[in-house]
């Protein structure tokens, strides 16, 4: 499971590269299909990922809204300041620990980190769908050759 908490934390940090090369109006621009538009995506993407930590780790959830995070700068901020918690639960995270109940909902802890990477995976989809339609190549989603195993 490490390999590809790994393998979106790195293709996360390829997009926010990607964004340093978009104006940030088309990064704010309000899209369809998504949770808003590239910036506010990425932003999702981390408020979810820690999100859940913090509800596996028996804390409240992280609660912020975008409209604090209006730069590339902030998400990618953000990001590596939560990264961090996140990395620690992962790595800490046993395979015995997977059928676990999480308490107050009715998931096991593998299916809620199962969830977060699917979860990120999808929006990735839809980041490489704009950055299409913007006219720009999106980061490669390839797993194959980037020395995971």
């Known amino acids: 499971m490490n390999i590809l908490f790994n393998y979106n934390w790195d293709i996360r940090e390829e997009w926010f590269k990607w ?11 309000e899209r369809t299909g998504g949770v808003g538009g590239i910036l506010h995506t990425l932003f999702h993407i981390v408020d979810v990922e820690y999100s859940w930590i913090c509800i596996l780790n ?31 639960y992962i790595e800490n995270c046993t395979p015995d620990m997977y059928q676990n109940k999480v308490d107050g909902i009715d998931f096991t ?22 950055a299409r339609e913007i006219g720009s190549k999106p980061v490669s989603a390839n797993l194959i050759g980037k020395g995971y195993y």
């Not at 964004?19 to 621009?29: A, P, S």
């Not at 409240?60 to 939560?82: A, G, H, I, M, W």
């Not at 802890?109 to 704009?130: R, T």
Request: net charge negative.
């Open 109 to 130: 802890v593998g299916e809620i980190l199962h969830h977060m990477i699917a979860h990120e995976i999808h929006h990735i989809g839809q980041l490489s769908v704009w």
């Open 19 to 29: 964004c340093e090369e978009v104006d940030i109006e088309e990064l704010l621009q």
């Open 58 to 88: 028996g804390v409240p959830e992280f609660n912020e809204p975008f409209s604090d995070y209006q730069s590339l700068t902030k998400v990618r901020e953000l990001s590596q300041k939560c990264h961090r918690e996140v990395r620690t």
